[in-house]
């Protein structure tokens, strides 16, 4: 397994944008699906991207769609989560997740999983 460690969250207001980033160590980042997933105080925790070993194939939640966009960098071992036309209800803790094989939208079936970074969007 890869060990991971997110940051890049803050404090944002209304329509700002956000970089995050997913560090990974370990094991060989290429051949590993990533995932970010966000959990807000009080709800279940949501999907938010994916992103394939190669980067070729992403995917979106529906609440995301259009505004966020996932992409990484093999050579640097990093994966990023790029956030544009915040609202209030993005905020959450956003966490990445690794795992080696085709990526998926449930949080449980990445082995990897880094701590979380805090995004809080104010009106």
């Known amino acids: 397994q890869v060990q991971l460690a997110e940051s890049g969250g803050g404090l944002v207001q209304t329509g700002g944008s956000l970089r995050l980033s997913c560090v990974a160590s370990?094991?060989?980042?290429?051949?590993?699906?990533v995932a970010w997933f966000r959990q807000a105080p009080g709800k279940e925790r949501e999907f938010v991207a994916s992103?394939?070993?190669?980067?070729?194939?992403?995917s979106y939640g529906d609440s995301v769609k259009g505004r966020f966009t996932i992409s990484r960098d093999n050579a640097k071992n990093t994966v990023y989560l790029q956030l544009n036309l915040l609202k209030p209800e993005d905020t959450a803790v956003y966490y990445c997740?690794?795992?080696?094989?085709?990526?998926?939208?449930?949080?449980?079936?990445?082995?990897?999983r880094g701590q979380g970074t805090q995004v809080t969007v104010s009106s």
């Open positions: 997740a690794a795992r080696e094989t085709t990526s998926s939208r449930i949080f449980y079936e990445y082995p990897s």
């Open positions: 370990g094991r060989a980042f290429s051949n590993y699906a």
């Open positions: 992103t394939s070993r190669s980067g070729g194939i992403t």
